[in-house]
Each structure stands twice: as C-alpha cells, then as structure tokens.
T-cell receptor, first 113, second 110 residues
Framework: NAGVTQTPKFQVLKTGQSMTLQCAQD?????MYWYRQDPGMGLRLIYYSASEGTTDKGEVPNGYNVSRLNKREFSLRLESAAPSQTSVYFC????????????FGDGTRLSIL | GIQVEQSPPDLILQEGANSTLRCNFS?????LQWFHQNPWGQLINLFYIPSGTKQNGRLSATTVATERYSLLYISSSQTTDSGVYFCAVVIKAAGNKLTFGGGTRVLVKP
C-alpha cells in the first residue's frame, strides 16, 4: 500500500522553464491537495480538488495550475518557473473534503536557479 | 484571519525526558491533526484529533475544542523523536482549508 506517491523527488530548473509535478494516491480518496513548504515554515495550500472534476484555489495559487486527471491523480504545473517558487512541494489526499485526516506524500524538492 | 500558534518554537530535551507541546487556534475546528516532520522531510501523521484524547505508544494528544487548544505529550523521549512537530486545523468558517501552525522544533540529545 503506497499511499500518496509524488514524482520526481528532486528537480532543478532554470528560471522560465516549465515543469509538472505528479501525484497519485491508491486509497480511493475523493479529495486531493497541493501544498508548498518554505524553509522554517509550515505548509501553505496552493490548490485543492474536492472531488474528481473540480479544482479550487488555496492560499497561494499564483504561478501554478493544476489538473485532476482522474480520481487517483492530481498534477501541479509551473508554467514559467521563478526563483520564488523554490520550495518543497507536498501532495496530500483525504477521503472527503472535511472531517477526515489528510495523508501526505514524501514531497518534491524543487530548486529554481 | 485564522491563527494557529504553536509553542514553544524550539525545545531541547535530554533522552528520557517528557515534554508537552501546545497548539492554540482562533476558531471552531472540524479537523485537527498533529504531524511529525522527520529530519528527512517526511510528514508523518501522528493524530487526527478534533476533540478528546488519544494515545499511541509514548505519544498522546488532547484537544479541548471549546477552549481552542490542543496538547501533544511526548513521554520518555528518544533521539528518533527529533524533528519538527506541526499542528494543523480545518476551520469550517475558512472553507475547510487545512491551516498549519509554525511548528515546534524538537531536538532530543542522547
């Protein structure tokens, strides 16, 4: 039982390059989330998908797009990477949007030069 | 805005010591989770505890929803307990968004 799987684990980009971070869960969860964690801070919500076919902005959505490909997969895209997007990105899932615990992947460390 | 405040920000313990971490939040919660972020950056679910008390081995947690705080107890600490402990809450008034506190950084010395 893999839980939440993120790929890649590490990536270095140049400013202006594009990149898609992949996330898949095998727990049959309805809701999925993308967070970023900057050094010394807690996580902040970028986008979420309450259910297949829906996506909504979180706290820090600027510069990102998402796609809920199917119930299992939720991808995060940086169209034109900027140094301010250097961060660790976490994907999470939960059975429903509220009143259920969220389960996190191991993160993707992204550096933008 | 929503406030999730954790204290203390840093904690140094001798192996075998007990400690209490606190999380205060500013509104009624639907969901409260405690996480341990280990030195490799992985976020480990410790407790899902919007109210009441739970125990898992040397760790236990209590949430008093009416007074808007939660406590995480670590007993007989071990070096593997080192890392950052995060409290995160879902406040219904904020659209069910999980909001993280700033964390408590714990170092357990042998």
């Amino acid at each position: 039982n893999a839980g939440v799987t993120q790929t890649p684990k590490f990536q270095v980009l140049k400013t202006g390059q594009s990149m898609t971070l992949q996330c898949a869960q095998d727990m049959n969860h309805n809701s999925m989330y993308w967070y970023r964690q900057d050094p010394g801070m807690g996580l902040r919500l970028i986008y979420y998908s309450a259910s297949e076919g829906t996506t909504d902005k979180g706290e820090v959505p600027n510069g990102y797009n998402v796609s809920r490909l199917n119930k299992r997969e939720f991808s995060l895209r940086l169209e034109s990477a900027a140094p301010s997007q250097t961060s660790v990105y976490f994907c999470a899932s939960s059975l429903t949007r509220a009143n259920q615990p969220q389960h996190f992947g191991d993160g993707t460390r992204l550096s933008i030069l | 805005g929503i406030q999730v405040e954790q204290s203390p920000p840093d904690l140094i313990l001798q192996e075998g010591a007990n400690s209490t971490l606190r999380c205060n939040f500013s509104d009624s919660v639907n969901n409260l989770q405690w996480f341990h972020q280990n030195p490799w950056g992985q976020l480990i679910n410790l407790f899902y505890i919007p109210s009441g008390t739970k125990q898992n081995g040397r760790l236990s947690a209590t949430t008093v929803a009416t007074e808007r705080y939660s406590l995480l107890y670590i007993s007989s600490s071990q070096t593997t307990d080192s890392g950052v402990y995060f409290c995160a809450v879902v406040i219904k008034a904020a659209g069910n968004k999980l909001t993280f506190g700033g964390g408590t950084r714990v170092l357990v010395k042998p």
